[in-house]
């Protein structure tokens, strides 16, 4: 589907950046540079985003926006203002704008927004929502049960608009606040149970029934299935008229599900390459220009040995970068003018006339128009959002439907085909995150074995999990051949495909980790950003190496890539420096060098290396081994670091962790807590209801501890029902509220037992500040510890400050 993106912005230098940024991210992109202009091509042209800026000529953009609303209009606006203009800010949203980013702004985040106002967007195609009875209009504000308006608060509109636009889903209390209340709001305690049991009474008194809004005990909220037989009406899925259980293939569709052609591919990236080419021409100019400056003083006999080593670092970094370029001989070229600086000997007249030849060739080849080196890879742009989606491919329907329920419960998004064909239908609109995918169609002249060769042929491949009643050693061979990423014998119980999905995914959420790149030459850092930036990494680029080690705790990556030669500090110095700190020794390290000589390569490994790449880069090679590290350094990190019950970092992976954010906080001068917290009567929960019980409690506590804390805070099972929480740069109020966040969210929680007994828990927590309490980890825990024992004294089930002492 083509998603059209409408930009209204009287900046030129903006119109561009945003142009090119969204074109490259496949999005259609139409401008208008006045609010007169946009207004009148909205009124004209359905689009799915309008990206407006709020300071417009003739009309302005917050007036833009009211008349919109006014009109009806529902597409989603993202606002462009002024960073020190909150007024206006709050005077755009109240007018109807979805969200904004301020100028400034970081392109990254910029874009970030727009993909999460689509996917809100795209949750349903119609302005008007129905299920069962119930009936949302937007364009009015209004929601209705069998004709009757509810007279709602602003509160119960949006929980119910939330409920309705994700029919299928189960909302935790932790997720409901999530989305409807703001940082600066803090919920009073029981806030959502407080607002499901007004909305109940409200649609009792509209003639619903009292269980419209459901509560799925442990978990958390959704619609009533149920309802749907009132108004016998099918929750939609996808914008389309298919109820989730029968998506067929009863549409024209293609043959074969085929990713995009390498040639549009090809292109694209050429184009992104002829632009850093265009910028970085001139520089490599000045890099030619100090070699043929050796050459000339060379030629006259005054060759200084700083202008040589000049000139032979400067054919080192064209060697590197040119041939990225699809400049082949120049890469060549430079090497061995490289060497003949590089030489021991005694330059003369004889290796000045070699490189004078060497540069005429040189030239002429960087007068031709760059090409694209090694285009074989059809790399589309995946990027990884907050929610995972599923594709089950099965005419089982009875089966797909349990698996679907329990991927629903974990928070995955899911649709089911019941055909080839339909799958297909499925993925050309929503690319899946992982596929659940049936060999055996008695019905169809195709097999899973057709999609699964599909899938994986894709770049970045989609990870398969064949589940199918063909148990031959011959049909996991070949599974396993084609790339899929599990295999499953039916019957298996649906709880069972949802740990091998679970694995999967795991193992599969390379596109979210975060590089440090670390390379002299800002040509070669722009050619990687390039490349790797559409995989949707969080890059950090860093040209001068005496900032590694601030930039390595601070940016914390998933991956180092390092040049070998660079100034000050090589790569092997880096390297070695990495090695030796036990918080960093697992770290994966790529080099990249434009050397082949054994005994560098062999000192690469021996420092410390796990791989190593020549230049010039082959875009499909460098992603490979990435993407390789990456995957076998978080199976490795899954079992060395991770508690297997709860999710979370252990307590010897959490101690390093915290000593890190110690030392930072000491050296930035910002604030630290430590906070201890304990299960209230833990013993009690395993004793009355088992051990399955109690771990069941643990496996949600640490779903809820990573769901409220921020993904550069230590959050860690200690042991037993003891966890701990590291916070960085942050506020005492902050603290807290956060910790009473998540004492609400637990307190509302109900969990289940095998007997069906129904039972609540609560939570303790002490807080100690750092430098106050304590200044290393040790101290700050037995100060924390004795803050939660004074809790527990207390009554339990609140959160006790040091300070308090």
Partial sequence: MIVKILIVEDDTNIIEILRVALSEKYYLVEVATDGKKGLEQVLATAYDLIVLDVSLSIIDGIS????????????????????????????????GADDYVLEPFNLEELLARIRALLRRGMISTTPIIQFGALLLDPRCGQISYQGKILPL?????????????????????????????????????????AHIKSLRSKLRKAGAKADLIETVYGFGYRLNTKELEVGNVQPKIMGTEKPIHSIKADEESD????????????????????????????????????????????LENRLTEDLRQQAQQQAHTLAGSLGTFGFDNATCLC???????????????????????????????????????????????????????????????????????????????????????????????????????????????????????????????IPVLVFTSQDSFTERVKVARMGGKGFLQKPVFPSEIMEAIATILQQSNTSSAKLLIVDDDPQILDILHTILQPWGFTLTLLDDPQNFWDTLEEFIPDMLILDLE????????????????????????????????????????????????????????LLARVLCRLERSQIIRKFAEIDALTGITNRRKSAQELTRL???????????????????????????????????????????LKQSFRQEDVVARWGGEEFVIGLYGITQQQVVKRLNHLLDSLRCLEFTTSNQENFTVTISAGVAEYPKDGHDVQTLYRAADAALYQAKAAGRDQIFLSAMN
């Fill in 64 to 95: 833009i926006c009211q008349q919109l609303r006014n009109q009806g209009c529902c597409i989603p606006i993202l606002l462009l203002t002024e960073k020190d203009n909150i007024a206006k800010t709050i005077t755009g949203l109240d007018a």
């Fill in 153 to 193: 608060t602003a509160k119960e509109y949006a929980l119910l608009e939330l409920l309705l636009r994700n029919s299928q889903r189960i909302f935790s209390q932790s997720s409901l606040l999530d989305h409807l209340w703001s940082l600066n709001e803090i919920p009073s305690e029981n806030t959502v149970r």
């Fill in 566 to 621: 660079m100034p000050n500090f090589s790569g092997i110095d880096l390297c070695q420096v990495v090695r030796n700190d036990p918080h960093w020794s697992n770290l994966p390290i790529l080099f990249l060098s434009a050397h082949r000589d054994t005994q560098i390569v062999q000192r690469v490994f021996a420092a410390g290396a796990d791989d190593y790449v020549t230049k010039p880069i082959v875009e499909p090679e």
């Fill in 335 to 461: 090497q061995n003018i490289e060497t003949i600086l590089k030489s021991t000997e005694t330059l003369g007249q004889n290796q000045a006339e070699q490189i004078q030849m060497l540069l005429l060739e040189l030239q002429k080849i960087l007068e031709q128009n760059p090409t694209l080196i090694a285009p074989q890879s059809d790399v589309q742009a995946t990027y990884l959002n907050q929610e995972y989606r599923l594709l089950i491919v099965d005419d089982d329907l009875e089966l797909a439907q349990q698996v679907a329920a329990e991927a629903t419960i974990a928070g995955i998004e899911t649709v089911v085909a019941e055909s080839i064909s339909a799958a297909r239908l499925a993925i050309a609109h929503s690319r899946p995150d992982v596929v659940l995918l049936d060999l055996c169609f008695p019905q169809s002249p195709e097999d899973g074995f057709t999609l699964l060769a599909e899938l994986t042929a894709l770049h970045p491949p």
């Fill in 662 to 704: 110690l030392h930072l906080a000491e050296r930035q001068n910002q604030p630290f807590y430590f906070a201890v917290l304990d299960l209230d009567r833990f013993k009690y929960i395993n004793d009355q209801y088992g051990h399955d019980a109690g771990d069941q409690v643990l496996s949600q506590l640490g779903k809820l």
């Fill in 255 to 298: 043959d074969r599900l085929l990713p995009t052609t390498d040639s549009a591919i090809e292109q694209r990236i050429k184009s992104q390459l002829a632009g850093v080419w265009e910028r970085y021409q001139d520089k490599y100019s000045d890099r030619l220009a100090i070699i043929k400056q050796a050459v000339k003083y060379l």
